[in-house]
Structure formats: structure tokens, C-alpha cells
């Protein structure tokens, strides 16, 4: 373990004492995408369903491949004497890629569990890992990576070079070099919000860089472990075959609202049906977009671009219409997207460790109090009864949203690649505990997927997918589809 010899930072473990190089590594991260490198929930995941027989030598050789066209992929993270971090690709091994015969069209749920609730290590990396659940007609490929050097459309572009190279290993190779979002948005102009959130946050500064705490790895691998040791990842799936999401687009067309927007107000009139109106701060939702759509410039199919989500708040009135409701959201969600306040886009500056202790580690001291006891560095942190972080998470819960749908939409890849061809995708957003709804969707080929993800408490058995199935029963029945209604949450 490192340990600080800085006096003003106590000789708590963690910090660096030797300077770097930073223009041997790649760039800086923005505080957005540190705050997802500690935390239990937050990987993002793909799982692509492909028909044909694929080979794991040719599959391994065109990840090579991938590797040098997305250089995140095969990134860690180096920390400098201010403890900034900055990504590198200096002697870092391959990524974890496993083979596993596929006994069953659900295999892959049982693989994703399993590995979802293995940490990432920063500091060697990569942080991200492949799994193909393989048999000689159909596969299905898990791809998870840790939310800090991706969004749900990094994933798709990584699928989708990944199939190019296995079938065409001789292309020339183009490089997408990764870019810093913040570089490529509007600036803002004035804005209350930013400026109250500066003066929060450097009072916050100030009080934190009095008694800093230094996190590393095994911190982490402790709250994790015990994290995971309570919940288990879950999912239930919303899928429409071609003929039922044309069928759905058109009703959606002649209604003036996308697809989207329909099925996310189905998910949130279902819940309020099953489970309870929204209350307080939950009636509002967090939606992120793909900003490559919104930079100032083109960036083109580039991985990475960690961003924020513009929030707005959204109440369902049950004595409407369901589609009145939905055109209500579908308006709102346009307007957010039309004009994209970029304040919202990153945290403002603050001290490095900061944003760890705030978003990986404060918020966990109820959850997981246990874990707090595993490392001398936690116990000192867990004991700071005064520190600032605890007091910010406490604000933070009470800021959490009732829904996050993060939808990727009908993605215009190729589904043929030689004799392999790609039958359905799905897509997982990071889960959280305190979020009801968390929603991933993706398309293509006009086979549409939704999926309902969460930790569920593994003292409670099966309770929790109990209710989520009951949810997505009903929101197929507000989109139409009352005849898809299952007991099943995979079908």
C-alpha cells in the first residue's frame, strides 16, 4: 500500500508519492466518469444474441484488433501525487475473456451475475471483460465495462468492430482516439444553478481538504464484496418482436410521439398501478442521451463519453389517457433535448478524492456498515462522524429519481457479418438500490428490447422479480400487447 507522507493529509492510504509523466497517458478524467470507478453499480453491460458458429481463436484475434481501435478498452488508471486520475494503456494486460458452452437460452443472465459482481481494479485494468456463452448454432456474447470509460452506444461500436474484425481481420485499422466530452459541448451562459452548485461545492472543498481520505482497491473490494454478498443483479425483459414493433411505431407515429417515450410511460404507469404513486423527489426522471448527437462538433462512433443526465420532473395522471400521458412526457423529454443545458453535463470542480468518498463510499455507509470494518482506511472514514461527504450523500438520496431510462433506441449497425448474424441485443444501464425504475433499451432489426434491472436482497427471495414481472406485464398491456403478458421475467 502507498502511504501519504504529506502531513496535511494525516498519512491516510492511498496517495501517490511519486510525480508522473501525464503526457505518456492518454487524458485526465473528468470528475463525471470518477465517480463510477468504485462503486458496486457501476458497470454497464451488453448481451448480443448472434446465430452462426463463432470461433474463439478468430473471436480473440479480432479483440486484439478492438483494442487498438478503441484505446479506452484496454485502458487502467494512473493516479498522480495529486491524486488526479489519468487514463493509460501502458502495461496493461489483456481484457478477461472467457468461453462457456451455452446449455440454455438464458445462460447468459447466470454468466452477468456472476461476473458483475467482480470489481474492477483500476489501477491495472482494463475495465472491461467478455464472456461468450457458446454453442455451434447460436451464441450469446456478454460484453461489461465499467461505466468510467463508457456509455450504452461505446458498447454497441465495440460489438459491432468486434464482428467487423472477426470477418474482416485485414481492414486497415482506424484509430478513435478518446475525447473529453466538455471539449465538444455549447457553453452555457449564466446559470443560477451552476453558480449555487460552485459555491456548495468549494465550501465543501474546503472542509474536505482538511481531513482528506484516500481510497484504493481494497477499499473497494470490500464494499463490493459485501455489497454483492446482500443483493444479486436482476432483470426482467420487456421484447417485441419485428412485426410487434412496427405495429408499435405505427401507432406512435400517428400519435406524434417515439417509441421511446410510449414504452417509458408504460413502465411508469405500471409501476404506479403495482407498486404506488411516486412520491416527493421521485417524480422526476433522469434521462441520458447519447451526446455524440449534440457535441459542437462531429466526433464520430468514438468510445467513452461517460456523460450526465438532464433531469425534469414528470407526474402520470391516472385519470387521463395513457397515450395523453405519454404525449406529455414524449414533449418534455424534446424540449430537454433541444436545449441541452451543458451544466448539467459535469460535476464542478472539486478535490479529487472528493467524488469517491461522495459517490462510492458515503453512500454505502448504511447499506453495507459492515464493510466499513474491513480496512484501517475505512474504519477511519466510517468513524469521521463530521465528515462532509456523509452529510452530502444524506441530501443526495433524497435527490433520487423515480426513473433512469436510458434508451439507445433502433441503432443502425450492420446485422450481417459473413455467416454470423446478429439476432437481438440487450442492454443494462447501471442498477442502483434506491432507483424503482431502471430502464435499458436497444433495437435493431426492429427486434426491440427493454430491460428492468435492480439488486435484488437476496433475503427476500424472489419478491422483488415477483413484482417486476407484474410491472412489465402491465406495461405491455397499456402498449398493447396484453396477450405477451408472462410469469416469466426472460421469456
Known amino acids: 500500500m502507498r502511504v501519504i507522507n504529506d502531513d496535511k493529509n494525516n498519512g491516510v492510504v492511498g496517495q501517490k508519492n511519486y510525480a508522473i509523466k501525464t503526457s505518456r497517458y492518454i487524458r ?40 487498438q481501435i478503441h484505446p479506452l478498452a484496454g485502458a487502467k488508471i494512473v493516479f498522480d501525487d495529486d491524486y488526479n486520475a489519468w487514463f493509460s494503456t501502458d502495461n496493461v494486460c489483456k ?42 448454432t447460436v451464441s450469446d456474447l456478454v460484453v461489461i465495462c465499467n461505466h468510467s470509460i463508457c456509455d450504452g452506444m461505446s458498447l454497441v461500436y465495440v460489438v459491432r468492430d468486434l464482428l467487423n474484425s472477426y470477418t474482416s481481420p485485414e481492414q486497415e485499422i482506424k484509430v478513435t482516439n478518446s475525447v473529453d466530452i466538455r471539449d465538444f459541448l455549447p457553453k452555457g451562459g449564466f446559470s443560477l444553478q451552476s453558480v449555487m452548485m460552485k459555491l456548495i461545492m468549494g465550501n465543501a472543498n474546503r472542509k474536505w481538504e482538511k481531513n482528506p481520505y484516500y481510497f484504493d482497491h481494497k477499499d473497494a473490494v470490500a464494499v463490493q464484496n459485501a455489497y454483492w454478498k446482500k443483493y444479486v443483479f436482476n432483470t426482467v425483459l420487456l421484447e417485441l418482436e419485428p412485426p410487434e414493433t412496427k405495429f ?63 433531469s425534469f420532473s414528470y407526474t402520470y395522471h391516472e385519470k387521463k389517457p395513457f397515450w395523453e400521458n405519454a404525449a406529455v412526457l414524449h414533449k418534455e423529454i424534446h ?63 433524497s435527490m433520487v429519481p423515480g426513473s433512469i431510462p436510458s434508451n439507445l433506441g433502433s441503432i443502425d449497425i450492420p446485422e450481417t457479418y459473413g455467416d454470423l448474424q446478429i439476432d437481438k441485443m440487450i442492454f443494462f444501464p447501471v442498477i442502483s438500490d434506491s432507483v424503482p425504475l431502471n430502464l435499458g433499451g436497444v433495437s435493431i432489426g426492429d427486434k426491440m428490447v427493454f430491460s428492468l434491472s435492480y439488486p435484488e436482497p437476496r433475503d427476500k427471495g424472489n419478491f422483488m422479480t415477483s413484482e417486476m414481472v407484474q410491472i412489465r406485464n402491465m406495461a405491455l398491456e397499456y402498449l398493447g400487447f396484453p396477450d405477451k403478458a408472462s410469469e416469466k421475467a426472460i421469456v
Not at 49 to 67: D, P, Q
Not at 259 to 281: L, M, R
Not at 367 to 377: D, G, I, L, M
Open 28 to 67: 485526465k478524467l473528468s470528475n463525471l466518469e470518477r465517480m463510477y470507478l468504485w462503486s458496486p453499480y457501476s458497470d454497464v453491460s451488453m448481451v448480443t444474441r448472434i446465430n452462426g458458429n463463432i470461433s474463439e481463436e478468430k473471436l480473440r484475434s479480432a479483440l486484439n484488433i478492438v483494442l
Open 248 to 310: 408499435l411505431l405505427k401507432q406512435c407515429r400517428n400519435k406524434g410521439i417515439s417509441v421511446g417515450s410510449a414504452v417509458i410511460a408504460a413502465f411508469i404507469a405500471a409501476h404506479e398501478d403495482i407498486v404506488g404513486p411516486f412520491v416527493k423527489n421521485q417524480k422526476q426522471l433522469w434521462v441520458p442521451f447519447d451526446m455524440r448527437r449534440h457535441a459542437t462538433t462531429p466526433i464520430g462512433d468514438v468510445f467513452g463519453l461517460c456523460i450526465g443526465a438532464p
Open 335 to 397: 424540449k430537454r433535448v433541444s436545449k441541452l443545458d451543458s451544466h448539467t453535463m459535469e460535476t464542478p470542480n472539486s478535490h479529487p478524492t472528493f467524488m469517491d468518498a461522495l459517490s462510492s463510499f458515503a453512500l454505502l455507509k448504511e447499506v453495507v456498515p459492515e464493510a466499513y470494518t474491513k480496512t484501517e482506511n475505512l474504519k477511519r472514514y466510517f468513524q469521521d462522524e463530521k465528515n462532509i461527504t456523509f452529510s452530502f450523500a444524506k441530501r443526495s438520496r
Open 95 to 136: 481484457p478477461f475473456f472467457k468461453t462457456v458452452n451455452r446449455v440454455s437460452d438464458t445462460q447468459w443472465l447466470e454468466e452477468l451475475q456472476r461476473e458483475i459482481q467482480i470489481p474492477f481494479n483500476p489501477e491495472t485494468g482494463p475495465l472491461i471483460r467478455f464472456i461468450l456463452v457458446h454453442s455451434e
